[in-house]
């Protein structure tokens, strides 16, 4: 059946490469062509200004904040979630102990593992409305509403001391229950022998955790850096619906995406747009090779 | 251990590892937003014609179909599927109109425009609306010279143009040529429930001293003096601020903006607005407002929360289901800042808003332009007053009709300002850029730093910054 194989495999990749090729690539080759042109988004395409878009870029102070917030979110949110997501699939896979042969998680964990994960069913246009209730700056939001009568309101979303981090929040609370199970799955890979032999040998929890799970989980949170550190260039969604003046108070929650968005579908500026969009591309896989090289460590596999 | 998770066979890392290298590539399809590339300009499509005739001014061509789009919005589409298309096809039964609406409007037209084959007559409007400006840079909007120049449908021996108020005309015109059907005719305010006020014996203030002294009364009344949202309204107090300094230095302070005339935001006329309306803002305004939507600010209003709300006429329409029996709008023009303002305290800022236009690169231009000709009617204009409550550029098409309390109250507004009625200003829709940072300078104004010297500044950087753009297109008017 030799002589069968290649159609067979073609067949399974023609649709899903054809697809990658006409709406990723190709629209990639078409942001890069068409960021050295000054385009309003209407009408043909004729006005070649070259390195124009980018030193506008360069001088435009919103690029710079939206830079700074985007970074911000690149820190944070990887961070926190890994961490959360780490503990919490620990807790549920390993933490209940040793018994009879069997690691468990704590009591009631399978219960927990669907919570965990009941964000990630939710359409983020969906949760962005959801939190903006959450965070309503008056009596009606809920955290405003839990706080006692005297109290003056919480601005949340309209302080621009805060509102970034309220974002952060949000995208932490969607994206912690998705790696729980994925963590979750990789310590199922993990054999109960090596457990159960440091168990004999004493080990506590805490040991555990740092000397057996973290390092055999190592490449499935490296992953999950990568992941983490793209949505957190992406946020649109979030800061499209939830925040104040879009992207405000001021420019306070603006992000890249966001300008994109606005430059190329509000502004009629779709050429900056596209060298804007060159700019994250760029930046995203500057991200992602700094990481996956800066984290590599000897893997041990089990 | 994991047991609804099944072990894998194949390396699950490797396969991750992979894939994330996949998705690097594919979550910034944000790339994608900014890559429909518009069609080359050759190739238009035959246009339908027809012989031009009295009883066919636009020469249309009786057979062909128009295709028309409307935003689904404040105003609804009754006024498009009941008055207008029947009006149309009674005069041209065989002209099929083929109807579409949508809430997003560059969504669903932009793709079509660039792919050369847009709708006969379009409604750019709401949230999502086209950049008309560039729409009329690139060529996509037939030029209506001659539909103004035609006879109106229902009103003997006068042209379009003859029907129109005051101004309708020029609010759709670009470097002197009309392009746009501005329909709707808004009057701007500040809107008050007369009931509330009637209880209370207080009196729309028309000095700047009797509406603080009024907002005074009102705090003591535990009501919010003034408010607006500044999650998604503030351009309802950019309007605000800019009607005060209309009032005080006449509308060729806002003529000079948009003309984006240097030194036109530090004018002493719009630093003694920003300046009164800091002092609100400082005073009156709760703060939470700030983080509120337009909705939630006017269902205070509704709850006789909030005293003053800076709106345009559409305001009853839009809160008619949350409006509570006994709750009458009414508008109060905005009061002198000065005792030397330029116009008088009943000056008020009345605009045509909604653009519809025709497409001149469709099928059926001049179908497009028969359809506004059709709505330009008396008949569809009043039909479309009692739907919508809102007034039309038509001039007097709702003279002697009750329809509502706050259409009323506007109707008297435009009677008593008279001649003292200007347009205001249209650099928000010719400069996206310098609308979106007006909003936010109005934000800091009204609820951070009530300070008239900065943003005065800050909105003239923003504004030179815009004139030395070369990738903006200018306007300019007179």
């Keep these: 059946m030799r002589h069968g194989k290649y159609p067979f495999i073609i067949g399974f990749l023609v649709v899903p490469v054809a697809l990658y090729a006409v709406f990723v690539v190709w629209a990639y080759i078409q942001a890069f062509y068409l960021s050295v042109y000054e385009w309003s988004g209407l009408g043909p395409v004729e006005n070649f200004v070259g390195l ?141 022998e090596v457990y159960e032999a440091a168990a004999i040998d004493g080990a506590s929890r805490v040991t555990l955790f740092f000397k057996i799970t973290i390092p055999l989980l190592w490449n499935t949170v490296q992953v999950a850096w990568v992941y983490l550190g793209i949505a957190a260039f992406d946020a649109f969604a979030l800061v499209n619906i939830m925040t104040v003046d879009r992207g405000g108070p001021d420019g306070a929650t603006s992000v890249l995406s966001l300008m ?43 | 251990m994991t047991d609804i998770f099944p072990k894998p066979e194949l390396d699950r890392r490797t396969l991750l590892r992979r894939a994330a290298a996949v998705g690097l590539l594919a979550t910034p399809a944000v790339g994608m937003l900014s890559a429909c590339v518009g069609s080359s300009d050759e190739g238009t499509q035959d246009q339908a014609t027809g012989t031009k005739s009295a009883d066919n001014p636009l020469g249309i061509d009786p057979k062909a179909g128009v295709e028309i789009v409307i935003f689904n919005g404040g105003l609804g589409t009754d006024y498009a599927t009941k008055v207008d298309t029947p009006l149309f096809n009674k005069k041209w039964p065989e002209a099929k109109v083929t109807y579409s609406q949508t809430e997003e409007i560059s969504t669903v037209i932009q793709p079509r425009i660039n792919g050369g084959n847009p709708p ?194 559409w305001l009853e329409n839009e809160q008619a289901k949350d409006t509570p029996k006994g709750f009458e709008y009414a508008i109060a023009a905005y009061p002198s800042v000065t005792a030397a303002d330029k116009l008088p305290a009943t000056a008020i800022n009345a605009a045509a808003g909604e653009i519809y236009f025709a497409a001149a690169k469709g099928k059926n231009p001049q179908g497009g332009k028969e359809y506004l000709r059709t709505m330009l009617s008396k008949e569809a204009a009043l039909e479309f007053t009692k739907l919508t409550k809102s007034l039309t550029v038509v001039a007097g098409a709702s003279d002697g009709q009750t329809i509502s309390p706050g259409l009323t109250s506007a109707n008297d507004a435009v009677t008593k300002a008279g001649k003292d009625i200007f347009m205001g200003y249209l650099f928000d829709t010719w400069y996206k850029k310098l609308d979106d940072e007006s909003r936010a300078a109005a934000n800091d104004l009204m609820f951070k730093d009530y300070d008239a010297a900065k943003f005065c500044e800050r ?20």
């Design chain 1, 52 to 192: 124009e878009n980018f030193r506008k870029m360069w001088d435009d102070t919103t690029f710079w904040q939206s830079i700074k917030h985007n970074i911000f979110l690149l820190v944070f949110l990887p961070l926190i979630t890994v961490v959360l997501a780490l503990v919490f699939a620990f807790l549920l896979n390993v933490g209940g102990g040793h018994k009879g042969g069997v690691t468990r998680g704590v009591w009631g964990s399978k219960v927990y593992r669907i919570i965990f994960f009941f964000p990630q069913l939710l359409a983020l246009a969906i949760v962005a409305v959801i939190f903006g209730r959450v965070f309503g700056p008056d009596k009606s939001g809920m955290i405003n509403g839990l706080f006692p009568e005297s109290w003056s309101p919480w601005l949340f979303l309209a302080d621009e001391r805060y509102a970034m981090g309220c974002i952060l929040v949000v995208l932490v609370w969607q994206a912690v229950g998705f790696y729980v199970v994925l963590f979750s799955a990789g310590m199922g890979n993990i054999p109960t």
């Design chain 1, 260 to 302: 994109i968005y606005r430059n190329a579908f509000e502004f009629s500026q779709a050429g900056y747009a596209s060298a804007l969009g060159v700019v994250l591309f760029f930046l995203t896989l500057t991200f992602a090779w700094v990481t996956l090289s800066a984290t590599r460590r000897e893997s041990v596999e089990a």
């Design chain 2, 120 to 313: 006969d007559m379009i409604n750019n409007s709401g949230s999502k609306l086209m950049d008309f400006g560039a729409i009329v840079k690139a060529g996509q909007a037939a030029d209506l010279t001659d539909l103004f120049a035609a006879p109106s449908l229902d009103i003997q021996g006068k042209t379009v143009a003859d029907t129109l108020v005051p101004g309708a005309i020029e609010q759709g015109s670009y470097d002197g040529k009309p392009f746009a059907v501005n329909y709707s005719y808004t009057v701007f305010g500040l809107w008050y429930n007369a009931t509330l006020f009637k209880k209370n014996s207080w009196t729309p203030p028309t000095t700047w001293a009797e509406f603080t002294a009024l907002c005074d009364k009102m705090k003591a009344a535990g009501v919010v003096p003034f408010g607006y949202a500044g999650a998604n309204a503030s351009y309802y107090m950019v309007r605000a601020i800019l009607t005060s300094a209309g009032k005080i230095g006449t509308e060729q302070v806002l003529k000079d903006i948009d003309n984006l005339k240097e030194g036109a935001w530090t004018n002493d006329a719009i630093k003694q607005a920003a300046e009164a309306w800091a002092g609100i803002g400082k005073n009156y305004i709760n703060k939470t407002f700030l983080g509120l939507r337009h909705t939630e600010v006017q269902l205070q209003q509704n709850q006789d929360k909030v005293g003053f709300y800076p709106c345009g006429s």
């Design chain 2, 459 to 478: 909105m003239e950087k923003a504004s030179q910054a815009v004139a030395k753009d070369s990738a903006v297109t200018k306007f300019t008017r007179s």
